[in-house]
T-cell receptor
Framework: GAVVSQHPSWVICKSGTSVKIECRSLDFQATTMFWYRQFPKQSLMLMATSNEGSKATYEQGVEKDKFLINHASLTLSTLTVTSAHPEDSSFYIC??????????FGPGTRLTVL | EDQVTQSPEALRLQEGESSSLNCSYTVSGLRGLFWYRQDPGKGPEFLFTLYSAGEEKEKERLKATLTKKESFLHITAPKPEDSATYLCAVPTGGGNKLTFGTGTQLKVEL
C-alpha cells in the first residue's frame, strides 16, 4: 500500500517552454501533497505544500508564478514549471500523506532544460 | 529554529560489519521522527516512524531507536544491497511538512 507515482520520470525541454509533472496517489486519498526538488548530493528541499481544492502554500524563495501547483483531486497534484530555464534543471519529487503523518514519495522526475 | 543533523555524511562498511547512523534533532514538541532510504535517481522509500523516547522499530537488518535528542539507525550484518542514502526527517512549522537531514550515504562492500 501507499504507492505514489509520478509522470514523466524524465523530461528534456528547451529553454522558455513549460513542463507539467503529475503526481498521483494510487491506493489512497491524499488530503495533502508536497513538492520537493533535489540537487545532486543534496537533501530534499520543500518547494510547496498542496491541499486538495485550495491554493498551494509555497516555501520562502520559491516563485509561485514560476512553479504552478494544482491539486485538483484527492489523488492528483500537478507541478508546472513555466518558462523553464537551465537553472530549473533538477530532480523533482512529490509526496503524499494519507493521514497527515508519514509521507510517501513518488519516484521523482528528472528535468533537464537545454 | 528546528534542526535535523545527520552523521556521518558517508560510511563505508564491509559486508557483515554492523554500525549505526545518527540523527540529532532540535524541535519544539516532537511529533514523530521518520527514516527513509533513498537510492540514486529515485524518491525516498519510507522505513520507520518513531513517536516517543524509548521506542524501537525493526525491519530486516535495520533497527531504529529514539531518545529525546537523537535517533539511531542500527544496521546489523549489512549486505551490499543496503547501500543507499539514509535520511531522517521531522515535522516542523506546526504543520505536517518535513525538515530533512542531509543524509548518510552508506556503501557496503563485499
Amino acid at each position: 500500500g501507499a504507492v505514489v507515482s509520478q509522470h514523466p520520470s524524465w523530461v528534456i525541454c528547451k529553454s522558455g517552454t513549460s513542463v507539467k509533472i503529475e503526481c498521483r496517489s494510487l491506493d489512497f486519498q491524499a488530503t495533502t501533497m508536497f513538492w520537493y526538488r533535489q540537487f545532486p548530493k543534496q537533501s530534499l528541499m520543500l518547494m510547496a505544500t498542496s491541499n486538495e481544492g485550495s491554493k498551494a502554500t509555497y516555501e520562502q524563495g520559491v516563485e509561485k508564478d514560476k512553479f504552478l501547483i494544482n491539486h485538483a483531486s484527492l489523488t492528483l497534484s500537478t507541478l508546472t514549471v513555466t518558462s523553464a530555464h537551465p537553472e530549473d534543471s533538477s530532480f523533482y519529487i512529490c509526496s503524499a500523506t494519507p493521514s497527515g503523518n508519514e509521507q510517501f514519495f513518488g519516484p521523482g522526475t528528472r528535468l533537464t532544460v537545454l | 529554529e528546528d534542526q535535523v543533523t545527520q552523521s556521518p555524511e558517508a560510511l563505508r562498511l564491509q559486508e557483515g560489519e554492523s554500525s549505526s547512523l545518527n540523527c540529532s534533532y532540535t524541535v519544539s514538541g516532537l511529533r514523530g521522527l521518520f527514516w527513509y532510504r533513498q537510492d540514486p535517481g529515485k524518491g525516498p522509500e519510507f522505513l520507520f516512524t518513531l513517536y516517543s523516547a524509548g521506542e524501537e522499530k525493526e525491519k530486516e537488518r535495520l533497527k531504529a531507536t529514539l531518545t529525546k535528542k537523537e535517533s539511531f539507525l542500527h544496521i546489523t550484518a549489512p549486505k551490499p544491497e543496503d547501500s543507499a542514502t539514509y535520511l531522517c526527517a521531522v515535522p516542523t512549522g506546526g504543520g505536517n511538512k518535513l525538515t530533512f537531514g542531509t543524509g548518510t550515504q552508506l556503501k557496503v562492500e563485499l
